[in-house]
């Protein structure tokens, strides 16, 4: 079974900063895209930031310059940093990868359970 554990979400004021994690644990295989969506109130969940190890990484447009995604030296850990923070990023932001499980040997995203980004005054 695998899990995705999110943590360093709050609240912090309009130009300040947070810093995201995610842990993945279980019967894995290998990692191999690693991502952070966010959904806002009434709003859809979106891509914020992916990457894929030895290949590259990719943004949405109202992150790029402001947002990096980075993973750990094991590739179960990876992070979102976020600078110049506006009230328009205040959403529950969530991990996301696709893990080739060893037990059973298959390939399939999983989701973290999200945590909650609160930019305000």
């Known amino acids: 079974q695998v899990q995705l554990v999110e943590s360093g979400g709050g609240l912090v004021q309009p130009g300040g900063s947070l810093r995201l994690s995610c842990a993945a644990s279980g019967s894995i295989s290998s990692i191999n895209v690693m991502g952070w969506y966010r959904q806002a109130p009434e709003k859809e969940r979106e891509l914020v930031a992916v990457?894929?190890?030895?290949?590259?990484?990719n943004y949405a447009e109202f992150v790029k310059g402001r947002f990096t995604i980075s993973y750990g030296n094991a590739k179960k850990t990876w992070y979102l940093q976020m600078n110049s923070l506006t009230p328009e990023d205040t959403a529950v932001y969530y991990c996301n990868a696709q893990i080739r499980t060893l037990v059973p040997p298959r390939s399939r995203p999983y989701w973290g359970q999200g945590t909650q980004v609160t930019v305000s005054s």
């Open positions: 990457v894929t190890p030895g290949t590259g990484t």
